[in-house]
């Protein structure tokens, strides 16, 4: 098993959180300015660690089971999702079901925020059987541009991902390939809050595939960095604790962000919108780790995550 890194479990705690925040329809409304400045670097940053971690150098049949254990999850919560959206009033959801717009959502272009793993799925099949073809033949470069191209092909082409989301992919997948430690790269930095907050003053930088969303999302990890080297103990391990479960979270989140809407008005004294964010996220992270620890326990989890256990244990 992989050692897991403790700094990267923290910026995986801090992206996830975030992403769960800005998935609440009723703070992204509320704070557009802030939805944008985080949707330019947190997603971003997490595929560069994907790619950055993604094991190629397993056999075949231990790395299509890897994918296979990711398509599961996935194609059931966004068939729910798919389904869902086509009845409840879910922003970019489904106007019309039909098996058509299912297939076609589930394989080509997923909807809500499972299109990361979508993704991840593509990019490591795409990562994974360059390296297969490879196979030691051929330089670091020549490997990185014939990944970009296919990564080029299956965006402009056949529309399997979008470009730049697999661009932060293959990011990740060249501080790995020139053996490049991810903490030597990102140089850990409280100045690095500086160049963030003039660079995200303006609001036409916020675009995470600009080279200002390439500055925002290399500052932002950066500054996360020299936070973590700051950090208790206590929070250290609840950080960690929370990053090992990202991909509970990003599975299950979605469920929570959409059913607490009611606590709106319920909450609607605080016109800061910050109580029903901390009670809101609360739910869904409490909620979803919730759901997987049931699994765990009804020993269904073998069916759903391919593993007999998913929830990794708080230390």
Not at 2 to 27: G, P, S, T
Not at 29 to 56: E, R
Not at 197 to 222: C, E, F, K, P, R
Not at 296 to 308: E, H, M, N, V, Y
Request: glycine share 6%; charged share 15%.
């Amino acid at each position: 098993m992989r050692k897991r890194i403790a700094e990267l479990d923290f910026l995986k705690c801090v992206f996830i959180l975030l992403m769960i925040i800005f998935h609440l329809v009723y703070i992204g409304d509320k704070y557009p300015y802030a939805k944008a400045l985080v949707y330019t670097f947190h997603m971003p940053a997490f595929l560069i660690i994907s790619g950055y971690l993604m094991n190629v150098g397993k056999d075949i049949r231990s790395f299509l089971r890897m994918v296979f254990w990711i398509f599961v999850p996935y194609a059931v919560m966004e068939s729910g999702y798919v389904v869902m959206s086509s009845v409840l009033p879910v922003r970019g959801g489904v106007e019309e079901l039909s098996l058509g717009v299912w297939i076609e959502k589930l394989f080509l272009h997923p909807v809500g925020p499972y299109w990361y793993l979508h993704t991840l799925m593509v990019c490591g099949l795409t990562y994974y059987a360059v390296s297969r073809a490879f196979a030691g033949r051929g330089g670091v470069l020549s490997f990185l541009i014939v990944v970009g191209v296919l990564f080029a092909v299956e965006s402009e082409i056949v529309g399997l991902v979008v470009l730049p989301n697999a661009l932060y992919f293959l990011a990740g997948v060249a501080l790995k390939r020139t053996s490049t430690d991810f903490l030597s790269f990102f140089r850990p930095s409280f100045l690095a809050v500086v160049p963030f907050v003039w660079i995200a003053a303006d609001t036409s930088n916020l675009v995470m595939a600009h080279l200002s969303g390439v500055a925002l999302t290399y500052l932002s990890v950066s500054l996360l960095l020299a936070v973590f080297r700051r950090l208790p103990d206590k929070a250290v391990r609840f950080c960690s604790y929370i990053g090992s479960n990202t991909f509970i979270l990003l599975v299950f989140s979605p469920v929570f962000t959409m059913s607490v809407k009611p606590l709106v008005p319920v909450l609607s004294f605080d016109p800061t919108g910050m109580v029903f964010l901390c009670v809101a996220l609360f739910i869904t992270v409490a909620g979803s780790l919730g759901i997987a620890w049931v699994m765990d326990k009804l020993r269904l989890s073998t069916f759903f995550w391919g593993k007999a256990r998913m929830l990794q244990p708080f230390c």
